[in-house]
């Protein structure tokens, strides 16, 4: 009963992944960085760049699957934006079997080394393991929910005007205090550029803070 389980399984994973190759909008492109969207000619030349990694669980297949369709129908002129989901350890056969063809399919899935949590250390683990685990930098790294809709192209245009170094951005906690010691980004989403993702990645101070609300440690 197992072995069929996980055969339909792998089945319904292969009718979602290929079958809708005849439904998919010609603006969207997979290439082997990710989900790139492209209405824009391929030869524009882009200003910045902004990997959105999507912490989500192995099992929501579905979830993923109506993910990469609405980001793969959003574009913007301005910036290179790629998508990735990002899981802690696979612990179950069925996920090593059905998350491995999503990546043969569509390469935006990263796998961290943790187990599966939400305020345990996990947006730690997904910023300090970046640097050894992308083949390249970008100027922006996102934090996003799997719960959460964003708009690329009004995100790349509120960033377009910000410095590319030491920016912590997104939807402030206590938005309304004036104090910047105060408050935190929303976990549903927040950017930091490249050299905040480094300092993360390298520094001793992050590394003994990660236990607790994950949006709240990443502003202290």
């Known amino acids: 009963m197992r072995g069929l389980s996980l055969l339909l399984g792998v089945l319904l994973l292969f ?3 290929f079958l809708d190759l005849h439904l998919k909008p010609t603006t969207v492109i997979f290439s082997n960085e990710g989900l790139v969207t492209a209405s824009a000619p391929p030869a524009a030349k882009r200003e910045f760049s902004l990997l959105i990694g999507i912490l989500t669980r192995a099992d929501l297949y579905d979830r993923r699957h109506f993910l990469r369709f609405v980001y793969g129908t959003q574009a913007s002129s301005v910036a290179t ?13 069925e996920q090593r079997m059905l998350i491995a063809l999503e990546i043969l399919r569509f ?11 939400m305020n345990a250390g996990k947006t730690y683990t997904y910023f300090s ?4 685990v992308l083949p390249h930098r970008y100027d922006y790294v996102m934090k996003a929910d799997d719960d959460a809709f964003i708009r690329l192209a009004a995100l790349a245009a509120a960033l377009r005007p910000l410095h590319r170094s030491d920016l912590y951005y997104c939807a402030a906690v206590s938005c ?3 104090d910047p010691s105060v408050g935190y980004m929303s976990g549903m989403e927040f950017v930091l550029s490249w050299d905040l993702v480094q300092w993360i990645a390298t520094s001793e101070i992050p590394a003994r803070d990660t236990v607790g609300p994950e949006d709240k440690l990443v502003g202290r």
């Open 15 to 17: 009718a979602l992944l």
């Open 81 to 93: 934006i790629q998508v990735k989901f990002v899981l802690c350890r696979l612990t179950k056969a």
């Open 107 to 117: 390469e935006d899935i990263i796998v961290l080394d943790c187990t599966e949590n």
């Open 129 to 132: 393991s970046l640097p050894t």
């Open 176 to 178: 309304s205090s004036r």
